[in-house]
């Protein structure tokens, strides 16, 4: 993926997440339980904490810095950094949530804009897999489209 398909699907992720939220009302967003055990609010926190993590991970592995990344290699390793995120955001009022996702964005995008073509192909053996910096970016817009169903039933239930 080039660095103009990465922008443009970097924004087509976000731009449906917004829509849907955008959508549904305060009540729902603010409901305790509504996606699995966590609030609509809670996700959208989520998405910001993780984005700002693949951010950072990926200016790391561009400055070949990637021995320093806390890898997660385990699905209990994901568990407890997700616990421990959620613990760090569950106070945040739904106007500091989406302050924050729109603040992680400008600063994504601000990062992205600046980058080469030849530093998005920038990797890191991590294990038996490599990664870029352009395929952990990537991974931005793929997991607002990860969370993008369960909210999606959210406003279908509405």
Same mark, same amino acid.
């Given at each position: 993926m080039?660095?103009?398909?990465?922008?443009?699907?970097?924004?087509?992720? $976000?731009?449906?997440?917004?829509t /849907?939220l955008r959508?549904?009302?305060?009540e729902?967003?603010?409901?305790?339980?509504?996606v699995?055990?966590w &609030?609509?609010k809670?996700?959208v926190a989520?998405?910001t904490?993780w984005?700002d993590?693949l951010?950072? +991970?990926a200016?790391k +592995?561009?400055?070949?810095?990637? $021995?320093? !990344?806390?890898?997660?290699r &385990?699905?209990?390793?994901?568990?407890?950094?997700n616990? =421990?995120?959620?613990?760090?955001?569950?106070d945040?009022?739904?106007p500091? /949530?989406? =302050?924050?996702?729109a603040?992680q =964005?400008?600063?994504?995008?601000?990062?992205?804009t600046?980058? &080469?073509?030849?530093?998005?192909?920038a990797?890191?053996? +991590?294990g038996? =897999?490599? !990664?870029?910096?352009?395929?952990?970016l990537?991974?931005?817009a793929?997991?607002?489209?990860?969370?993008?169903?369960?909210?999606?039933?959210?406003l279908? &239930? !509405?």
């Open positions: 080039n660095k103009q398909e990465l922008q443009t699907d970097m924004a087509d992720a $976000r731009n449906a997440l917004l /849907v959508a549904l009302p305060e729902v967003i603010l409901k305790p339980y509504s699995g055990r &609030s609509i809670d996700v989520h998405i904490a984005e993590r951010l950072t +991970v200016q +592995v561009l400055w070949g810095d990637g $021995r320093l !990344v806390e890898w997660i &385990s699905d209990a390793e994901l568990e407890a950094w616990e =421990r995120n959620y613990r760090r955001l569950r945040w009022s739904w500091e /949530v989406l =302050r924050g996702l603040l =964005r400008e600063e994504t995008t601000w990062n992205v600046f980058l &080469s073509e030849e530093q998005l192909q990797a890191y053996q +991590v038996e =897999r490599v !990664v870029t910096v352009g395929g952990l990537a991974g931005i793929e997991h607002d489209r990860e969370h993008l169903p369960a909210l999606q039933m959210q279908e &239930s !509405v």
